[in-house]
């Protein structure tokens, strides 16, 4: 066979011989619309976000990672166009070396705690008030089982202290 130059380009690629050579399925010639990676976001969301698109589609495998790549832009383009020729032969060492590479795009999980950080002001609607606090708390993760305590801090008329979720009064716990 003849070297062509898409056969020559290929050759070089970071994917093995079998992702390189695995074939598009119809109606995946152009590849469904996706978030793309610039190194400048999480990069776990964005792998997640990637998950539940191919996932849908029901993709799997080699064109799995065929895909991935077409999110990527910028810096990470370098990034993967620099790796050891016929490195990645899976989905799972595609993952492995982006989210070692990128590892300080990683947001930091937040916390529970981080939730009584969000108060209502003296002035403030609570219409307001509920809306930072649940744009917060989806990011919270095994926020569903604590999250009433903090969601509207019940207040003694007497002293204006936070009620426990039992219902009692701090005083008397």
Same mark, same amino acid.
């Given at each position: 066979?003849?070297?062509? @130059?898409?056969?020559?380009?290929?050759?070089?690629?970071? *994917?093995?011989?079998?992702? /390189?050579?695995? @074939?598009?399925?119809?109606? #995946?010639?152009?590849?469904?619309?996706?978030?793309?990676?610039?190194?400048?976001?999480?990069?776990?969301?964005?792998?997640?976000?990637?998950?539940?698109?191919?996932?849908?589609?029901?993709?799997?495998?080699?064109?799995?990672?065929? #895909? *991935?790549? =077409?999110? !990527?832009? /910028?810096?990470?383009?370098?990034?993967?166009?620099? !790796? /050891?020729?016929?490195? #990645?032969?899976?989905?799972?060492?595609?993952?492995?070396?982006?989210? =070692?590479?990128? =590892?300080?795009?990683?947001?930091?999980?937040?916390?529970?705690?981080? !939730?009584?950080?969000?108060?209502?002001?003296?002035?403030? @609607?609570?219409?307001?008030?509920?809306?930072?606090?649940?744009?917060?708390?989806?990011?919270? /993760?095994?926020?569903?089982?604590?999250?009433?305590?903090? !969601?509207?801090? #019940?207040?003694?008329?007497?002293?204006?202290?936070?009620? @426990?979720?039992?219902?009692?009064?701090?005083?008397?716990?």
């Amino acid at each position: 066979m003849q070297q062509t @130059p898409q056969n020559d380009r290929n050759a070089y690629s970071p *994917f093995t011989q079998r992702i /390189r050579e695995a @074939p598009i399925p119809s109606g #995946l010639e152009k590849p469904p619309q996706m978030d793309s990676y610039d190194g400048t976001t999480d990069l776990e969301e964005h792998i997640e976000n990637i998950k539940v698109v191919i996932t849908y589609r029901s993709v799997q495998g080699a064109v799995k990672c065929k #895909l *991935f790549v =077409t999110t !990527l832009r /910028r810096g990470p383009v370098t990034w993967f166009k620099n !790796l /050891r020729r016929n490195s #990645l032969d899976s989905w799972s060492d595609l993952c492995h070396e982006f989210t =070692t590479h990128f =590892t300080a795009s990683r947001t930091q999980p937040k916390i529970v705690v981080s !939730l009584e950080a969000i108060v209502q002001g003296k002035s403030k @609607p609570l219409r307001d008030y509920i809306e930072r606090f649940n744009k917060e708390v989806v990011q919270v /993760r095994g926020a569903e089982d604590t999250m009433k305590q903090y !969601l509207i801090p #019940l207040r003694s008329p007497k002293d204006s202290q936070r009620v @426990p979720s039992d219902g009692k009064n701090l005083h008397q716990v």
